[in-house]
């Protein structure tokens, strides 16, 4: 006769073959996030902190606009108050284990990144309101206005907030 052959549990054969042909992958995938595991944490810590801040920006914005009608002072106030969030939350939490200074030095130098993030923000929202409102109405519009100065604007201003407050705060 034939000899009897042990055959392999249904699976088996199929998952011992995936285990070894996706092992180089795996252990890529682990020494990559080994080396990059405290940068991947900070920018979680740091994306939490901004989305928390950032629904705090469309609130007190979109509330000041109403109150107001007018979106540059809007901006300029929801800035202040969500970026004053941002600092507590992204001081005692994102970056609560880094060396620090003096309370007073980490204060001005965060704020005077984000009056720049605020230049940048207050940019994008000042050429799509007056400049291209100029031209085409609907650019004056809250729509307008939310899309320029919560969207584009503050996506620009995060990039170099994030850039400027892990290199200098």
């Not at 130098?109 to 309101?129: E, T």
């Amino acid at each position: 006769g034939c000899p009897l052959r042990e055959v392999p549990a249904p699976g088996t054969l199929h998952a011992v073959s995936q285990q070894t042909h996706g092992a180089p992958v795996i252990g890529l995938i682990h020494r990559l996030y080994d080396r990059f595991r405290h940068i991947i944490h900070e920018l979680g810590k740091f994306g939490i902190v901004g989305a928390t801040a950032y629904v705090i920006d469309v609130v007190v914005f979109n509330v000041v606009l109403v109150l107001l009608d007018e979106p540059i002072t809007a901006k300029t106030v929801s800035m202040v108050v969500a970026a004053t969030a941002a600092f507590i939350g992204n001081r005692f939490w994102t970056w609560r284990d880094r060396e620090r200074s003096s309370l007073t030095r980490e204060y001005l130098l965060y704020f005077g990144f984000n009056l720049v993030g605020l230049v940048i923000n207050l940019a994008c929202l000042w050429i799509s309101h007056y400049w291209l409102g100029a031209i085409w109405p609907s650019f004056t519009s809250r729509l307008a206005d939310n899309i320029s100065g919560l969207i584009v604007g503050t996506a620009l201003a995060s990039i170099f907030r994030f850039w400027a407050y892990r290199r200098y705060v």
